[in-house]
Each structure stands twice: as C-alpha cells, then as structure tokens.
C-alpha cells in the first residue's frame, strides 16, 4: 500500500492567515492527490483533485500543488469556516486509496 | 443536487452482523461506481470497499475482505454493506461515497460526494 503522511498533525491560525499543509507519498503518484475537508458531524467535503484542480463550489482562497510525492494544500485567508480537519488521500493504486492522517486545523 | 444519506448502525456485539444503507438520489445512481469509507473514533479516514455501477465487480480492503459484501440495488438508488463477524476495531463512522469516474477504481478517481455517516459500534 501506498502511505500517506501528512504536516503537521495540527495547527493553530488565526483568521486572516495563510496555512500551508503538506502531504507526502511513500513512492511517486504522479498528480494522483486530493484533498477533503472534514468538520465534526458533516460529511467529508472534495476540496481538490489531481492535486490543484480546484472542485465545483470551492472558495478560490483553497489551493493544491504538488507532483510526484510531495503535495500541499494551502489557504490563502483563513476563514472561520475552514477550521476542521483536512486529509490527503491518494488515487493513483485504485481502488487501494489511502488517505494521510489528517491535519486538524484550530483557532488560535 | 446529489444527497447520500446512510442508515443502519448501531450498537452490536463483537462476532455479530449489521447491514448498512446507503440511499442516493440527484444523480444516475447506475453509471456511478460507489463507495464506502469509514473513520474509527479518534483515528484517519480508510477506506472499506467499492461497487462498479453494475455490480458485477466489488472491491475490499484487506482488514474486511471476507467478513464484509458490498451491495447494490439499482432499482432503488440504493447501496448496501453487509458485516458479518465485527470485531471492536470495526468501531467507526461509516460513510458511503459516489465515485467520480463511470469507471470503476480508475487511476486518479476519487470521491465527489459523501453522505454524513452512521456509526457502528462493536462492544460486548
């Protein structure tokens, strides 16, 4: 299986400020990396696929980038809405997805 | 627009059995390969087992392959998980997705939408 780490495991911002989200694979997976957003009793939310395609309805201040093994999500300004969790998850050995550990994103 | 909405956990002990639903309706529920993806408390998201649109061919991850049998029933909009002989690690919020692509577990595919969960709980 592929694994998925993510950086870091949490993190504390303020509203306003630019978070920056890392996720590495253990081998190289192309584009093949999306990204969810995920708050407590909601369902998961698609952020991002092929690792900065940017899906339907999402706020322009998301954005992916990353090829290869290394990918990150970043928001550009922080609203109160976004703080939740968000996982990386990869779609390039199907249907073996795996996902990162997520990252819980706090109000500082 | 597309609405995902799960039933059927609970509370059961360990070596028993559930069946999980999955109710979907706002999108052609047969050209759509399905889902299920599961959060144990505390812990990341894995994912379970996949259904092509047809049925005809059925995927699982290894910690559930041959305890659990993904369903569906076309003619309902409906998907199932059947779970037999649950252990307490199988303790989770269960999700049902829609996969993205008509083809069933295509590189790059991934989840567009996700229902809110039903969790199941295994405890003597």
């Known amino acids: 299986d592929i694994q998925m780490t993510q950086s870091p495991s949490s993190l504390s911002a303020s509203v306003g400020d630019r978070v920056t989200i890392t996720c590495r694979a253990s081998?190289?997976?192309?584009?093949?990396l999306n990204w969810y957003q995920r708050k407590p009793g909601k369902a998961p939310k698609l952020l991002i696929y092929g690792a900065s395609n940017l899906q339907s309805g999402v706020p322009s201040r998301f954005s992916g980038s990353g090829s290869g093994t290394d990918f990150t999500l970043t928001i550009s300004s922080l609203q109160p809405e976004d703080f939740a969790t968000y996982y990386c998850q990869q779609s390039h050995i199907t249907p073996m997805w795996t996902f990162g550990q997520g990252t819980k994103l706090e109000i500082k | 627009e597309v609405q995902l909405l799960e039933s059927g956990g609970g509370l059961v002990q360990p070596g028993g059995s559930l069946r999980l639903s999955c109710a979907a309706s706002?999108?052609?529920?047969?050209?759509?390969?399905m889902s299920w993806v599961r959060q144990a408390p505390g812990k990341g998201l894995e994912w379970v087992s996949t259904i092509s649109g047809s049925g005809s061919a059925t995927y699982y991850a290894y910690s559930v392959k041959g305890r659990f049998t993904i369903s569906r029933d076309n003619s309902k909009n409906t998907l199932y998980l059947q779970m037999n002989s649950l252990r307490a690690e199988d303790t989770a919020v269960y999700f049902c997705?829609?996969?993205?692509?008509?083809?069933?577990?295509?590189?790059?595919?991934?989840?567009?939408?996700w229902g809110q969960g039903t969790l199941v709980t295994v405890s003597s």
């Open positions: 706002g999108f052609t529920f047969n050209s759509y390969a």
């Open positions: 997705a829609k996969d993205q692509d008509v083809r069933v577990a295509a590189t790059g595919d991934y989840f567009d939408y």
């Open positions: 081998q190289r997976i192309s584009s093949n």
